[in-house]
């Protein structure tokens, strides 16, 4: 084996698969993630996101397709502490205190970060003698991350870490998370909540039913959401002179209220103010949940999403705790 | 983004023995933790020893014409045996513990070698089955309720210690088998049993009745028996007979609870 790799390719896909019986969980993922890259795995609930991990994480064994990681086998890149992952529940002993959990990981692997600093970077210090069974979730998850940290691994995957944290602790581990990630540390992380991805990602996989559907940056993400909204004011506005207006996709009309979405809404806000009476003319972006049903829900719910307006429409963007289902 | 480059040359994969001091010591506290287990082991054997001792006095208290050894340390050796048998079968049924709480999973993404898993599993097993049988020792030895050549303490010892680690390989398949909840609350009814029909509360069992043909198969039976036979020795040197079917018990069941360990724990370790 070489000592040293030039591959600049964290994790490499290559039409990955995998059925469990006759149900397909992951169905032809080619991903290809850099190193230095904070990518979020975004997707519902059963899209194939912890089955693929699972399979980076040679945990599962692909029904077809390859896996690499910095060029190796999953295996082998544990082996030398290249890679860890923070999983979402489990994996730790309920008799043990924090510290006893690190420094017998740590003892697990041949180099390793100095268990001080890492309990310090993990935020773990100060509950480092409390056994692990009366810690928080929100505790836990930070023994986890203190876990991952040990080995000083060129890459860390987690698996929704914030799974059951309340928002100020969430806030703090992705603070955590991110502070880690500056030192160059490639990180990939699964999640449902679309905030998540939006805020912390410098790159957003959208999968569902076991494939990518969308990849890009959170912005290019968004902008898939087919453009922006428009609202305004125009007293007496009708249905019919709403949808005359070139570009514009769906209306909605509340009293004196109008709201379209459309993709060039440049060019709908210009004819709405120069052609029309319309007034107190606002253009917003639509939030990346509604990018992400438009992109992975199916096609009725897509559609049946929509025009929103009034009734159950969230303010824009969304708020903190939106989870799709 | 650049790209950097891995030197795998400062990322070397561990290269050290089976035994790690640091997890063995954890390991070991983490079972001395352990209120439930700890009475079992430590608190049980030396309490029942000294009940039954105190009641076995003059006459009773003689093996037979001849032997060193006094009634009490035939019991000592029992109560040891017990106390070692439980505490290497909890240690191997702690994997079941792992198993549950995702531990297992979690080990699997270090470099930790399965096999190296179990081997440390084997000799925190080890280790607990010596405070087992040394607090019983130290405990019979001290109130001198128990007396016999000091070659024989040697031997029982280390009868009761290899043949306990048999047991250990119990509760590594028993650990694998079961689902956490029930493995600890069956394993030590199961061993309550077994106990009884190895003769560890009664002395030994006489083959000739139906009863003990089916007791001399069951597999603490034969450790019991060669544990005990060190305490036969007389003073003209000469040790009580010495039955070979007690080793192919013993063996039998040794390769039949490790056989069973393999297969649970293969079928455990196994990527799907």
Sequence with gaps: ?325 | MSAPTIDLSTRPRPNRGLLDLTVLGIELRRVLRNRRTMIFMVVFPPVMFLFISAQITGKDDVMGPGIIANVGAYVMVSMALYGAVLATTSAGASVSIERASGWSRQLRLTPLNPVAYIAMKMISALVLGAIATGVTFIVASATGHAHMAARSWVECALIILVGALVFAAFGLFMGYLLPSDNAMQFIGPVLAILSIFGGIFTGPISTDSLYGKIAEMTPIYGFSAIAHWPTTLTTSGTYGTFKFSWVVNLVVWAALFVAGAVWRFRKDTARV
């Design chain 1, 1 to 325: 084996m070489l000592d040293v790799m030039t591959t600049s390719t964290a994790i490499e896909l290559t039409a990955l698969t995998k059925s469990f019986g006759s149900v397909h969980a992951v169905q032809g993922i080619d991903l290809s993630i850099g190193q230095g890259e904070v990518v979020a795995f975004l997707g519902p609930n059963g899209a194939g996101k912890t089955t693929t991990i699972d399979m980076i994480l040679g945990l599962a064994q692909p029904s077809s397709g390859t896996v690499a990681v910095f060029g190796l086998e999953p295996g082998d890149a544990i082996a030398h502490g290249l890679v860890s992952a923070v999983m979402q529940t489990g994996g730790l002993l309920k008799d043990l205190t924090v510290k006893e959990t690190i420094r017998y990981t740590a003892a697990l692997f041949a180099a390793t970060r100095p268990i001080e600093e890492v309990m310090e970077t993990a935020g773990v210090t100060e509950i480092a003698n409390r056994r692990v069974g009366k810690c928080s979730g929100g505790e836990q998850q930070r023994v986890r991350f203190a876990m991952a940290l040990v080995s000083d691994p060129e890459l860390i995957i987690l698996d929704e870490p914030t799974t059951g944290m309340d928002v100020a602790t969430r806030r703090a581990f992705w603070d955590s998370i991110r502070a880690d990630a500056e030192r160059g540390r490639t990180v990939l992380f699964a999640t449902h909540y679309l905030e998540e991805a939006d805020a912390y990602a410098d790159r957003i996989v959208f999968v569902r039913h076991g494939r990518v559907v969308a990849d890009g940056t959170p912005a290019e993400i968004k902008a898939l959401g087919s453009g922006r909204a428009i609202r305004a004011t125009w007293e007496g506005v009708t249905r019919e002179e709403l949808r005359g207006i070139p570009g514009v996709d769906t209306v909605d009309i509340r009293g004196d209220q109008l709201l379209v979405h459309a993709k060039d809404s440049d060019a709908v806000a210009r004819f709405l103010l120069t052609s029309t009476p319309a007034h107190d003319l606002e253009v917003v972006a639509r939030g990346i949940e509604d990018a992400f049903v438009a992109l992975t829900g199916d096609e009725a719910e897509a559609s049946a999403a929509l025009p929103a307006f009034g009734d159950d429409t969230p303010d824009l963007p969304t708020t903190e705790n939106s989870e799709v289902r």
